[in-house]
């Protein structure tokens, strides 16, 4: 579990960003975090991660092991010359986990195994995306946190993706937090939305936004 409790944020000299916010992550959630461009999403997810620190609130966390999938290649030197396969074993041996089975666990388990060999940067946007997901699940994480995944990925590989998203918080109940522009994934697949509008955070549930937000007729296509 994760509670943040009246959580006052601003960057250096900056107005504050986030004001009096207040969430709970429970275990087993499937949460969307929704907000215009600029209304503190990222920055959300940087002080759920303890990247940043807020200026005033509480911040517990209860959960083992927190894993961050980043917007695609947002860490990545796309003409850096490694495998995939490296692309774990690094991550593997910066958790310090001796067992190199978990490599080729995660890689089936993402159904990528068959890509061990490739240079990451010549994978497609929908390969990558599944290969970062198997490089978190590496620690064996409880709580996964994605930024906006579906970024530079067509939409067949977005309806491939996100089965695989649900089925790793429904099967392996592992909560799941993700930064969602795209609504209609959102809608689909989340427990709850959590919308940010003016530094303020709300939860709601996916029928509700769609009632509240959005345009009759995305609330049609996402049939919910
Ligand atoms: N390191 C930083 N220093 C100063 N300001 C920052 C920093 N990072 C982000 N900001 C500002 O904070 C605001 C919120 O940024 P953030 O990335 O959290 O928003 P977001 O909701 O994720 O946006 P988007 O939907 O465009 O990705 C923006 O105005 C941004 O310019």
Same mark, same amino acid.
């Given at each position: 579990m994760i509670s943040l409790q009246h959580i006052y944020f601003a960057y250096e000299r900056g107005p504050y960003l986030l004001k009096d916010l207040d969430m709970v992550i429970e275990n087993g959630d499937y949460i969307s975090v929704v907000g215009e461009?600029?209304?503190?999403?990222?920055?959300?997810?940087?002080?759920?991660?303890?990247?940043?620190?807020?200026?005033?609130?509480?911040?517990?966390?209860? $959960?083992?092991?927190?894993?961050?999938?980043?917007?695609? $290649?947002?860490?990545l030197n796309s003409q850096f010359p490694i495998t995939v396969y490296e692309v774990l074993?690094?991550?593997r041996k910066v958790l310090h986990i001796k067992d190199k089975k978990l490599i080729w666990e995660c890689l089936e388990q993402m159904k990528v195994a068959d890509l061990k060999d490739r240079l990451i940067g010549n994978l497609s946007g929908g390969q990558c995306q599944k290969v970062m997901i198997a490089r978190a699940l590496?620690?064996?994480?409880?709580?996964?946190?994605?930024?906006?995944?579906?970024?530079?990925i067509?939409?067949?590989?977005?309806?491939?993706?996100y089965p695989f998203i649900r089925q790793l918080n429904q099967k392996k109940n592992i909560t799941v937090v993700t930064v969602e522009h795209n609504l209609k994934f959102a809608i689909h697949n989340s427990t709850k939305m959590f919308h940010i509008v003016g530094g303020h955070g709300h939860f709601c549930s996916p029928a509700d936004y769609i009632r509240e937000y959005v345009s009759d007729t995305i609330g049609r296509e996402a049939d919910v």
């Open positions: 461009n600029g209304s503190g999403k990222s920055t959300l997810i940087k002080l759920i991660l303890g990247l940043l620190s807020p200026s005033s609130g509480k911040a517990v966390n209860t $959960f083992h092991h927190c894993a961050y999938v980043p917007q695609r $290649f947002e860490t074993n690094c991550y590496i620690g064996n994480p409880d709580l996964l946190i994605f930024d906006e995944p579906s970024t530079g067509d939409v067949k590989s977005q309806m491939e993706l």
